[in-house]
């Protein structure tokens, strides 16, 4: 099948250029391709994150929780082990521990 120019529509196109000079998606569009390490912040890349809106109580909780569940998988995991081994679980479990407790005491309010 062939095509030939009168089968196509005649569009009317604008030929007519503009500066750019003062348009602010211009000069985005020039950041972007020219300058992207100044235009851009430093962002350290992070598997997790954590929302700045995040309150210091509300991520000591949080941290009170995961460490928790950090010591239920590390008691979990003793089971099956021996000697060194299983030692060396159960110190994880006490380190844990140790950490929920300042934990919770700084949310007790910590001495104050």
């Given amino acids: 099948m062939n095509i030939t120019s009168k089968d196509l529509p005649d569009l009317q196109i604008d030929t007519t250029l503009t500066s ?5 998606a211009a000069q985005r569009a ?3 391709y020219l300058k992207p390490t100044v235009s851009e912040p430093d962002t350290e890349d992070r598997f997790f994150g954590v929302n700045r809106n995040l309150s210091s109580e509300e991520s000591l909780v949080h941290a009170s929780d995961l460490l928790r569940c950090a010591a239920a998988t590390a008691i979990k995991a003793t089971d099956g082990l021996q000697g060194v081994s299983r030692d060396l679980a159960f ?4 380190m844990v521990d140790m950490a929920r407790a300042m934990v919770d005491h700084s949310l007790d309010g910590g001495g104050h």
Wanted: charged share 10%.
């Fill in 20 to 24: 750019p000079q003062g348009s602010a």
């Fill in 30 to 32: 020039l950041d972007y």
């Fill in 91 to 94: 110190s994880v479990v006490h």
